[in-house]
């Protein structure tokens, strides 16, 4: 996920940016850039929740071009089979998201990343089937979906100091709190709202999620 980049300043934890629910796409391809254009951003998921197949072959066709230009990983939410058809470069399921296994032969090298809610059990799952990634969460309150686990800082840590998967943290995140996830060792945080609600627009929001990032990671 856009490994090239320089994390020195960031303890290598990276912002995961997920888009909103529901879109105006020609807009919204032009929000994107502006975004992706204000700071670092490891990967860009599409989470069209009530979309069809075609109005989400059609985001991915204005959307994923926007992301790749920058070297930004696009990854489709739910549906692993449509992400390969589309030439996605990866995949989020969920764990009612349909088979991981038969998903991760799917998709071959491409990015594979699984919910594990606050489950130890079903992230070690995730990870002796090849998942790129785990996401834990919710972390914090979220009005972007109706979440049923919480997930605390010590899964984190248990997992940093055990595996080498990488592990997002979601739910709830904003530039104000993230700073105890970053030091509990995600390795991406994952944001809707902290990038698309920000006051000032989408780009403060990511400058806003890099630089809290930045001081966390910073020793002491
Ligand atoms: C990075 C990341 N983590 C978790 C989720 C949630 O996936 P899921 O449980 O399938 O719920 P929906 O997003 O499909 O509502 C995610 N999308 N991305
Ligand atoms: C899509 C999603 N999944 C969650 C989980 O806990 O699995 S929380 C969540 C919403 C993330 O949006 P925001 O950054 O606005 O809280
Ligand atoms: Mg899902």
Same mark, same amino acid.
């Given at each position: 996920?856009?490994?090239?980049?320089?994390?020195?300043?960031?303890?290598?934890?990276?912002?995961?940016?997920?888009?909103?629910?529901?879109?105006?796409?020609?807009?919204?391809?032009?929000?994107?850039?502006?975004?992706?254009?204000?700071?670092?951003?490891?990967?860009?998921?599409?989470?069209?929740?009530?979309?069809?197949?075609?109005?989400?072959?059609?985001?991915?066709?204005?959307?994923?071009?926007?992301?790749?230009?920058?070297?930004?990983?696009?990854?489709?939410?739910?549906?692993? %089979?449509? *992400?390969?058809? +589309?030439?996605?470069? =990866? #995949?989020?399921?969920?764990?009612? &998201? $349909?088979?991981?296994? @038969?998903? /991760?032969?799917?998709?071959?090298?491409?990015?594979?990343?699984?919910?594990?809610?606050?489950?130890?059990?079903?992230?070690?799952?995730?990870?002796?089937?090849?998942?790129?990634?785990?996401?834990?969460?919710?972390?914090?309150?979220?009005?972007?979906?109706?979440?049923?686990?919480?997930?605390?800082?010590?899964?984190?840590?248990?997992?940093?100091?055990?595996?080498?998967?990488?592990?997002?943290?979601?739910?709830?995140?904003?530039?104000?709190?993230?700073?105890?996830?970053?030091? %509990?060792? *995600?390795?991406? +945080?994952?944001?809707? =709202? #902290?990038?698309?609600?920000?006051? &000032? $627009?989408?780009?403060? @929001?990511? /400058?806003?999620?890099?630089?809290?990032?930045?001081?966390?990671?910073?020793?002491?």
């Amino acid at each position: 996920m856009n490994a090239a980049r320089d994390t020195s300043s960031s303890n290598g934890c990276r912002l995961y940016l997920i888009t909103p629910p529901r879109i105006e796409l020609a807009a919204f391809r032009d929000q994107l850039a502006t975004a992706l254009d204000a700071g670092d951003v490891a990967c860009l998921q599409l989470r069209l929740k009530d979309a069809s197949p075609d109005e989400i072959k059609r985001a991915v066709e204005a959307l994923m071009p926007v992301a790749q230009a920058r070297d930004v990983a696009f990854i489709l939410n739910d549906d692993a %089979a449509l *992400a390969m058809a +589309l030439g996605c470069d =990866g #995949a989020h399921l969920g764990q009612t &998201d $349909g088979d991981h296994e @038969g998903a /991760r032969k799917l998709l071959k090298d491409r990015i594979l990343g699984i919910t594990c809610h606050a489950s130890r059990h079903l992230a070690m799952e995730a990870g002796e089937l090849g998942a790129d990634y785990v996401a834990f969460g919710a972390f914090f309150p979220t009005g972007t979906k109706e979440t049923l686990h919480t997930a605390g800082t010590d899964l984190l840590e248990w997992w940093s100091e055990m595996m080498e998967v990488p592990s997002v943290a979601i739910g709830g995140i904003t530039a104000e709190n993230c700073a105890p996830l970053v030091r %509990a060792g *995600a390795d991406f +945080l994952a944001v809707v =709202g #902290a990038v698309w609600n920000h006051p &000032d $627009g989408a780009a403060a @929001g990511v /400058r806003a999620m890099n630089a809290a990032i930045a001081a966390a990671s910073l020793p002491g």
